[in-house]
């Protein structure tokens, strides 16, 4: 099972990838957005925003998130870490159940191309 170290770091290279982004994707994070990651296995909850092109995670707590998110994920521990170091497509797992997004409808076409 990852660890909660192991998940912000994913997070954290996902940040990096989102910023070093261009074309379609970086559009699609241009978003300025409130974020929540729900780590199921592990029930914490990662907050933060997606504004300007970047994601910052600004906080991190204990059980469900506090406030609803604009966007909100919830999945394992392990599933992020495998989605972010390409293991897991992010479509597949999403189809599948193992992946929970939601978002206003215009947000979930905006960020199809991220995923």
Do not use: Y
Request: net charge neutral; glycine share 10%; hydrophobic share 45%.
């Amino acid at each position: 099972m990852a660890t909660i170290t192991e998940c912000r770091d994913a997070l954290d290279k996902l940040a990096e990838n989102l910023a070093g982004a261009d074309g379609s994707v970086r559009g699609a994070a241009a978003l300025d957005r409130t974020l929540s990651c729900h780590l199921t296995d592990l029930d914490t909850t990662f907050t933060g925003r997606l504004a300007g092109g970047r994601m910052v995670v600004e906080s991190t707590v204990a059980g469900p998130p506090p406030h609803k998110a604009q966007i909100r994920l919830a999945m394992t521990g392990d599933d992020l870490v495998a989605m972010v170091d390409g293991r897991l497509n992010f479509a597949k797992a999403w189809a599948s159940g193992r992946v929970r997004l939601e978002a206003g409808f215009r947000d979930l076409l905006r960020l199809r191309s991220l995923l």
